[in-house]
């Protein structure tokens, strides 16, 4: 079936440690991006991707790198630099808008849940 | 996009009519309405979305105002099952056109169910 992937669902991690979260979508999609959530929060964008080899930072992406090498996959690390990295990360996609395919929904992960130690 | 405002919390008496604001008022003439929800610690689901006329799917029905300032998801029948975190957003339609998407989602609303 078609969707979007994310592993692992639970990671823990000790202070100064990077860590990569995997986002995997078999949509054919161009465009992609992380969110993060703290608990009673909303979405807030770390980086997003139109196309490969391209991504943009979004509201809060200090602490955090990306790549996106294949048009399936836009894996994020978690650096040692981010000094509160305890959230749910949420990665999603979409067609980017301007294309045949494009309806402008965004198709969701099921999370990555990050506790440090 | 845009920047959309919502309530950040509602009740509604399970079976009853659940009528969700959200407020657009700098929506650009080439931007659409989504809205999504997301059940505790699950992905956002896509609910529905809309230009200017009103859009009814099996999930619920969307009313745009005529100026597109502001807009009502409504779930006719609410359930246990709606309980969750609905969120408004704004982007682009089909024939936007180009550049960088910035898509951002603000705090949504938290709608609970009462039995």
């Known amino acids: 079936d078609g969707g979007i992937t994310q592993s692992p669902k639970y990671l823990f991690r000790k202070e100064g440690q990077n860590v990569t979260l995997s986002c995997e979508q078999n949509?054919?999609?161009?465009?992609m991006y992380w969110y993060r959530q703290d608990p009673g929060q909303g979405l807030r964008l770390i980086y997003y991707?139109?196309?490969?080899?391209?991504?943009q930072k979004g509201d809060i992406a200090e602490g955090y790198s990306v790549s996106r090498e294949k048009k399936e996959s836009f894996p994020l690390t978690v650096t040692s630099a981010q000094k509160n990295p305890t959230a749910f990360y949420l990665c999603?996609?979409?067609?980017?808008?301007?294309?045949?395919?494009?309806?402008?929904?965004?198709?969701f992960g099921e999370g990555s849940r990050l506790t440090v130690l | 996009d845009a920047k959309t405002t919502q309530p950040p919390s509602m009740d509604c008496a399970e079976g009853r009519a659940a009528n969700l604001p959200c407020n657009h008022s700098?929506?650009?003439?080439?931007?659409?309405v989504y809205w999504y929800r997301q059940i505790h610690s699950q992905g956002p689901q896509y609910i529905i979305h809309?230009?200017?006329n009103n859009e009814t799917n099996e999930m619920a029905s969307l009313i745009i105002t005529e100026d597109r300032k502001s807009s009502t998801l409504i779930l006719p029948h609410a359930t246990l099952r709606d309980t969750a975190v609905y969120y408004c957003?704004?982007?682009?339609?089909?024939?936007?056109?180009?550049?960088?998407?910035?898509?951002?989602f603000g705090t949504g609303t938290r709608l609970t169910i009462i039995p």
């Open positions: 999603a996609s979409s067609h980017s808008f301007g294309g045949h395919s494009y309806t402008g929904e965004l198709f």
């Open positions: 949509l054919n999609h161009d465009a």
């Open positions: 991707s139109q196309i490969v080899n391209d991504f």
């Open positions: 700098t929506i650009s003439g080439n931007e659409y």
């Open positions: 809309g230009l200017k």
């Open positions: 957003i704004v982007r682009v339609g089909r024939y936007g056109g180009g550049g960088n998407e910035k898509l951002t």
